[in-house]
């Protein structure tokens, strides 16, 4: 036998999540300095784009919908709705007594005289004068039929306050269903009560439904259903009293007694309360809201108010994730669904299942400490996308992209394979060829008249490398970096540098060495998550140490030195190993830097500045220090620093120190253009 529900699910068909886009803008984030775990929510707070292009809703964004929803609930509404329908029901009431009382021909003028002084003498209070009225003999049966609707709408407002749609149903309702209702109520509460002794057994629940399971559309599946879902219908009918003014809270009370025309409802739906308030004290039974609006809302429907409100604030909450391990898996789809529309919900949903997907990819890794950390997988990923970034910059400037040297990294081991951005291997012209016929009669055409090549189809001749490179990258970790925004773009670099050489330069070597107040060696994941810090001081001369100390480590190795830096050196390290800080920079911090630049130039090193910024007094330093390393000077926008470094590093992979296999793309003037 099979069963078929309602799809609860987004669409079907739509594409799965990207998770390039994510990854990358969280990426962004984390070299900025955020955790990778904070970097993840800010992403999802945001959305970013869809597949097709579309923006994609995200957490912020619901929340504001969210906040905007409760808005318009207060302001719309007022909580006086009953009490006006009680009021315009007695008016209409007395007016028709009135006038059968002015025209009954054959009524006792004392008695017309005592009637109409009844009726002049009504208290103001509305609940006063239907009480008073509870024992008048109405002459006009118009006027009796408007007081006894009276009576009826009180119950069924009471009513629909704890459950839901009673108002609805129990329109016209006979004296029997009236019977019925009280019969729930009593049954009602004596399972509560049982249950609060803890008496109660599964087959009392089963039995209370059996009698009285139309009265609960919600169809609980046990007790705790049954106790959760009156519970919080009970307390936002009790946040509604507290919302009103003391005055309505007491018309309304007093009027509650003449609920069907009797006190038992009243006293069975307060037994009720006492009950449910002991067994979810949890719930919100104190709070109150302020209503500013004209709609008037009866008891019911103020209740659904009150309850829709409840929602809206714990969907704040739960897209606020201001709690301690909260997710987007924590949203409740349905009560989202109930508030914003089910377009929301699918967004919502779209959002846990990016952030689930995430978790999921290995992306993301938890560290020994606890935090999450970019996994190397993550790290691969940023690395190619950001050199895909490089390669779109770098081919942009058409007719210089022909210039490297075919076979240059060795002898071709017969194998061939892909070409992709910065191989420098001949051409496999016989498999580039058969590629392109296979590609073009696959797609219905014909190789008859020839074919034409796309990127797809050229495949390069696998060679063993000869010789290999022994790449220093120095790159200023002081706070002018990320005071003036370069924080970023600096790490963005050494990360395509670094993916640059670990997958099509193998047998190159990288060392990444930051130098703020010191220098340190470091892997490319704790660079990428270093935040900046306050603290003075650049110091070049400690960073050549370490690159030229690196380089002698390699003999057999080509060292190429590679400079990243926004400003001139203020600090070296002494004898002791003490640090030396002073600014503007002293004459022995520029001789002892100047003495490590000429070490690594006696070692063979092809060394190229990177200067960021416009102060002149750098650009002094930086130009002298590259012509006495025989070195180039380039001054590139933050934007194009990726494939300037780039660049510079296939250009040293080249035959002779100064050639430049990209028509001298790396040359200072084209940078600083």
Same mark, same amino acid.
């Given at each position: 036998?099979?069963?078929?529900?309602?799809?609860?699910?987004?669409?079907?068909?739509?594409?799965?999540?990207?998770?390039?886009?994510?990854?990358?803008?969280?990426?962004?984030?984390?070299?900025? /300095?955020?955790?990778?775990?904070?970097?993840?929510?800010?992403?999802?707070?945001?959305?970013?784009?869809?597949?097709?292009?579309?923006?994609?809703?995200?957490? %912020?964004?619901?929340?504001?919908?969210?906040?905007?929803?409760?808005?318009e609930l207060l302001d719309r509404h007022s909580l006086d709705g009953t009490l006006q329908q009680v009021r315009e029901l007695l008016d209409r009431a007395v007016l028709a007594e009135r006038k059968q009382l002015a025209r009954d021909p054959m009524m006792?003028?004392?008695?017309?005289?005592?009637? +109409?002084?009844?009726?002049?003498?009504?208290?103001?209070?509305?609940?006063?004068?239907?009480?008073?009225?509870?024992?008048?003999?109405?002459?006009?049966?118009?006027?009796?039929?408007?007081?006894?609707?009276?009576?009826?709408?009180?119950?069924?407002?009471?009513?629909?306050?704890?459950?839901?749609?009673?108002? +609805?149903?129990?329109?016209?309702?006979?004296?029997?269903?009236?019977?019925?209702?009280?019969?729930?109520?009593?049954?009602?509460?004596?399972?509560?009560?049982?249950?609060?002794? /803890?008496?109660?057994?599964?087959?009392?629940?089963?039995?209370?439904?059996?009698?009285?399971?139309?009265?609960?559309?919600?169809?609980?599946? %046990?007790?705790?259903?049954?106790?959760?879902?009156?519970?919080?219908?009970?307390?936002?009918?009790?946040?509604?009293?507290?919302?009103?003014?003391?005055?309505?809270?007491?018309?309304?009370?007093?009027?509650?007694?003449?609920?069907?025309?009797?006190?038992?409802?009243?006293?069975?739906?307060?037994?009720?309360?006492?009950?449910?308030?002991?067994?979810?004290?949890?719930?919100?039974?104190?709070?109150?809201?302020?209503?500013?609006?004209?709609?008037?809302?009866?008891?019911?429907?103020?209740?659904?108010?009150?309850?829709?409100?409840?929602?809206?604030?714990?969907?704040?909450?739960?897209?606020?994730?201001?709690?301690?391990?909260?997710?987007?898996?924590?949203?409740?789809?349905d009560a989202l669904a109930r508030q914003l529309g089910a377009e929301a919900a699918v967004d919502a949903r779209a959002l846990a299942e990016l952030e689930r997907a995430l978790r999921d990819s290995g992306y993301l890794k938890r560290a020994p400490e606890?935090?999450?950390?970019?996994?190397?997988?993550?790290?691969?990923?940023?690395?190619?996308?950001?050199?895909?970034?490089?390669?779109?910059?770098?081919?942009?400037?058409?007719?210089?992209?022909?210039?490297?040297?075919?076979?240059?990294?060795?002898? #071709?081991?017969?194998?061939?394979?892909?070409?992709?951005?910065? %191989?420098?291997?001949?051409?496999?012209?016989?498999?580039?060829?058969?590629?392109?016929?296979?590609?073009?009669?696959?797609?219905?055409?014909?190789?008859?008249?020839?074919?034409?090549?796309?990127?797809?189809?050229?495949?390069?001749?696998?060679?063993?490398?000869?010789?290999?490179?022994?790449?220093?990258?120095?790159?200023?970790?002081?706070? @002018?970096?990320?005071?003036?925004?370069?924080?970023?773009?600096?790490?963005?670099?050494?990360?395509?540098?670094?993916?640059?050489?670990?997958?099509?330069?193998?047998?190159?070597?990288?060392?990444?060495?930051?130098?703020?107040?010191?220098?340190?060696?470091?892997?490319?994941?704790?660079?990428? /998550?270093?935040? @900046?810090?306050?603290?003075?001081?650049?110091?070049?001369?400690?960073?050549?140490?370490?690159?030229?100390?690196?380089?002698?480590?390699? #003999?057999?190795?080509?060292?190429?030195?590679?400079?990243?830096?926004?400003?001139?050196?203020?600090?070296?390290?002494?004898?002791?190993?003490?640090?030396?800080?002073?600014?503007?920079?002293?004459?022995?911090?520029?001789?002892?830097?100047?003495?490590?630049?000429?070490?690594?130039?006696?070692?063979?090193?092809?060394?190229?500045?990177?200067?960021?910024?416009?102060? #002149?007094?750098?650009?002094?330093?930086?130009?002298?220090?590259?012509?006495?390393? %025989?070195?180039?000077?380039?001054?590139?926008?933050?934007?194009?620093?990726?494939?300037?470094?780039? /660049?510079?590093?296939?250009?040293?992979?080249?035959?002779?120190?100064?050639?430049?296999?990209?028509?001298?793309?790396?040359?200072?003037?084209?940078?600083?253009?």
């Amino acid at each position: 036998m099979s069963r078929y529900i309602r799809y609860s699910g987004g669409d079907p068909l739509a594409p799965p999540v990207d998770l390039g886009e994510a990854l990358d803008a969280i990426g962004h984030d984390v070299m900025a /300095g955020w955790s990778p775990e904070r970097a993840m929510r800010e992403f999802l707070r945001r959305g970013g784009q869809g597949r097709d292009g579309r923006p994609r809703t995200g957490l %912020d964004d619901l929340a504001r919908r969210v906040a905007q929803r409760r808005r318009e609930l207060l302001d719309r509404h007022s909580l006086d709705g009953t009490l006006q329908q009680v009021r315009e029901l007695l008016d209409r009431a007395v007016l028709a007594e009135r006038k059968q009382l002015a025209r009954d021909p054959m009524m006792d003028e004392g008695d017309r005289a005592f009637r +109409q002084l009844q009726l002049d003498d009504l208290p103001a209070a509305t609940s006063a004068a239907v009480e008073e009225l509870s024992s008048y003999d109405w002459r006009s049966s118009g006027a009796q039929e408007a007081y006894d609707r009276i009576k009826d709408l009180l119950g069924r407002e009471l009513l629909d306050q704890r459950f839901a749609g009673m108002k +609805q149903a129990l329109e016209n309702a006979t004296d029997e269903d009236r019977e019925r209702i009280g019969e729930m109520l009593r049954d009602l509460n004596e399972l509560l009560e049982k249950h609060r002794r /803890g008496e109660d057994t599964r087959e009392d629940f089963e039995d209370f439904m059996a009698r009285h399971g139309e009265f609960f559309p919600e169809q609980p599946q %046990d007790i705790e259903d049954l106790l959760d879902t009156l519970a919080q219908r009970s307390a936002a009918a009790q946040r509604m009293l507290n919302s009103m003014s003391p005055e309505q809270r007491d018309e309304l009370m007093q009027l509650s007694q003449q609920a069907f025309g009797s006190a038992e409802l009243m006293d069975q739906l307060t037994r009720m309360e006492a009950n449910l308030r002991s067994l979810r004290p949890g719930e919100d039974w104190q709070g109150s809201e302020r209503f500013g609006g004209e709609e008037g809302l009866g008891l019911g429907e103020g209740t659904g108010v009150l309850a829709d409100l409840a929602d809206l604030d714990n969907l704040a909450d739960q897209l606020a994730q201001s709690r301690e391990g909260s997710r987007p898996d924590d949203i409740d789809l349905d009560a989202l669904a109930r508030q914003l529309g089910a377009e929301a919900a699918v967004d919502a949903r779209a959002l846990a299942e990016l952030e689930r997907a995430l978790r999921d990819s290995g992306y993301l890794k938890r560290a020994p400490e606890g935090d999450l950390r970019l996994s190397p997988r993550a790290m691969r990923q940023l690395g190619r996308q950001l050199l895909k970034d490089v390669a779109t910059r770098l081919a942009a400037r058409a007719g210089q992209r022909d210039a490297r040297r075919a076979g240059q990294l060795g002898e #071709p081991t017969g194998a061939s394979r892909s070409w992709e951005f910065g %191989d420098t291997e001949p051409w496999a012209a016989t498999r580039t060829v058969t590629n392109a016929v296979l590609r073009t009669v696959a797609a219905g055409g014909s190789a008859a008249g020839g074919v034409s090549i796309s990127l797809d189809d050229i495949e390069v001749t696998e060679t063993e490398a000869r010789t290999r490179a022994a790449v220093a990258l120095l790159v200023d970790t002081s706070f @002018s970096m990320a005071m003036d925004g370069r924080w970023v773009p600096m790490k963005r670099t050494a990360l395509a540098l670094h993916h640059l050489v670990r997958t099509r330069f193998r047998g190159d070597l990288l060392q990444v060495i930051g130098f703020g107040r010191v220098a340190r060696v470091m892997d490319i994941e704790e660079l990428i /998550g270093l935040d @900046s810090q306050w603290e003075k001081g650049t110091n070049l001369h400690h960073a050549l140490l370490l690159a030229n100390r690196y380089f002698r480590k390699h #003999p057999d190795a080509q060292p190429v030195l590679l400079i990243v830096t926004d400003g001139e050196p203020t600090s070296h390290l002494e004898a002791d190993g003490e640090v030396w800080f002073d600014y503007p920079p002293h004459p022995l911090t520029i001789a002892r830097t100047v003495q490590e630049l000429d070490a690594s130039r006696r070692l063979g090193a092809q060394t190229t500045f990177f200067r960021l910024g416009d102060d #002149p007094g750098l650009a002094r330093f930086v130009d002298s220090m590259a012509r006495r390393a %025989d070195g180039r000077t380039v001054a590139p926008e933050l934007d194009d620093l990726g494939a300037a470094v780039v /660049g510079s590093y296939l250009g040293s992979r080249s035959r002779g120190p100064r050639r430049d296999p990209y028509g001298g793309w790396a040359d200072r003037g084209f940078w600083a253009d």
